[in-house]
Structures are given as structure tokens and as C-alpha cells.
T-cell receptor, first 119, second 113 residues
Framework: GAVVSQHPSRVICKSGTSVKIECRSL??????MFWYRQFPKKSLMLMAT?????????EQGVEKDKFLINHASLTLSTLTVTSAHPEDSSFYIC???????????????FGPGTRLTVL | GEDVEQSLFLSVREGDSSVINCTYT??????LYWYKQEPGAGLQLLTY?????DMKQDQRLTVLLNKKDKHLSLRIADTQTGDSAIYFC?????????????FGTGTRLQVTL
């Protein structure tokens, strides 16, 4: 089945630094990828839609200058948390739909997540 | 706006049935999903149902949908310790590829011996 990987799986950084998280589709191409944020004991909240070859679409309330998204290729999207602060600590999950047919079963495949801790 | 709610925690004994409930508010929801998240891992799609269906069964999993009440449930028969995880319901108004998913708050299922 389709596999989505994320790197790193866990990162600890100092306040004020920037952190880059990679999301890769390993055996399929994805023109669209989604970035979610999950707070402890909370649901996943969609942050933005990453589009290959064009700008990302951000959800309301998400600072695009804070969370930079680059969809560099059909298999890679990166999320950079700039000038990270402790309140940015969270579990970040990406997902990618494996096909473009629009079939219902072409649902999203999720990466394993990246836990970011900002000290 | 969209809002999907679930109870936070459910504890069942191994071998019993588990029922996880979900309510949603968006009447235009057309596709409803159940995802499983194991500790430190991403989400795994378990099953899904169209809004024009009332029930769907897939091995140990049974999904019931009451569209009038906007209520969705997931029943796991013969619950095993490996079923311990967080279960999320999610909804979208269109299928597959570029659909935006709205997730519920998640229900943590604990299976005891």
C-alpha cells in the first residue's frame, strides 16, 4: 500500500530557531499534501494544503510566515516552523492522497508524525 | 461551521464489543470515515461510509449512520488488546484526493484483560 514518511520523527530545539519537517510519499506521486497539527488529547487540525508547483493554501488562523510550506517535488513537501516558540510544540502530521482519479477510496495516507518540542 | 464531537475515553474488557460514538454538525457531510491512531504513529483508515448508507460491516467492524441525528458509531466486535488506540471519526463533503477532512476529538479505547 501507499506509504508516507516523515523526517525527523522527533525534534527538540531552542526557542527562536527554525525547524524543517519533511513529508515524503514513498511509492506514489502526490500533487497535494496536507499538514495537520495535533495537540495533546486533541483532534487533528488542518493547517494548510501543500500544492506542488504553487503556493500553499493556509487555513484560517494559521500564520503563513510562521509555518513555511514548500512542495518541492511530486514526492516531497516540507514544513518549516520559523522562530519556534514553546507554544509551537506539538505533533505535526502530514498526509497525501495517492491518486488523482477522485475515487472515494483514494483517501489520504498519513505519515507517522513529527513531535516537535521547543524549549 | 463544522464540528465533530466524540467522547474522550472508553474502556472495555477483552472479548467484549466496543462502541465508539461520533456526532457531527455539517449537514453537507457526504463521506464519513473512521481512523485509528496507535501511540506515536500516524492515522490508519479503518473504514468509511457514504451518507446515503445506514450501515456498513467489514469483518469485526460495523459502522452505523443516523443521518437525521448526524450520529455515527463504530462497533468493534470481540475487542482485542491490539485494538487499544485512539479512534477518530472524520467527515468530508467530497471524496478522495483533495478533500479536506474534519476530524473529531478522538476517543481513546483501552482494552483490559
Amino acid at each position: 500500500g501507499a506509504v508516507v514518511s516523515q523526517h525527523p520523527s522527533r525534534v527538540i530545539c531552542k526557542s527562536g530557531t527554525s525547524v524543517k519537517i519533511e513529508c515524503r510519499s514513498l511509492d506514489f506521486q502526490a500533487t497535494t499534501m496536507f499538514w495537520y497539527r495535533q495537540f495533546p488529547k486533541k483532534s487533528l487540525m488542518l493547517m494548510a494544503t501543500s500544492n506542488e508547483g504553487s503556493k500553499a493554501t493556509y487555513e484560517q488562523g494559521v500564520e503563513k510566515d510562521k509555518f513555511l510550506i514548500n512542495h518541492a517535488s511530486l514526492t516531497l513537501s516540507t514544513l518549516t516552523v520559523t522562530s519556534a516558540h514553546p507554544e509551537d510544540s506539538s505533533f505535526y502530521i502530514c498526509s497525501a492522497p495517492p491518486g488523482t482519479s477522485g475515487r472515494f477510496t483514494d483517501t489520504q495516507y498519513f505519515g507517522p508524525g513529527t513531535r516537535l518540542t521547543v524549549l | 461551521g463544522e464540528d465533530v464531537e466524540q467522547s474522550l475515553f472508553l474502556s472495555v474488557r477483552e472479548g467484549d464489543s466496543s462502541v465508539i460514538n461520533c456526532t457531527y454538525t455539517d449537514s453537507s457531510s457526504t463521506y464519513l470515515y473512521w481512523y485509528k491512531q496507535e501511540p506515536g504513529a500516524g492515522l490508519q483508515l479503518l473504514t468509511y461510509i457514504f451518507s446515503n448508507m445506514d450501515m456498513k460491516q467489514d469483518q469485526r467492524l460495523t459502522v452505523l449512520l443516523n443521518k437525521k441525528d448526524k450520529h455515527l458509531s463504530l462497533r468493534i466486535a470481540d475487542t482485542q488488546t491490539g485494538d487499544s488506540a485512539i479512534y477518530f471519526c472524520a467527515e468530508s463533503i467530497r471524496p478522495g484526493t483533495a478533500s479536506k477532512l474534519t476530524f473529531g476529538t478522538g476517543t481513546r479505547l483501552q482494552v483490559t484483560l
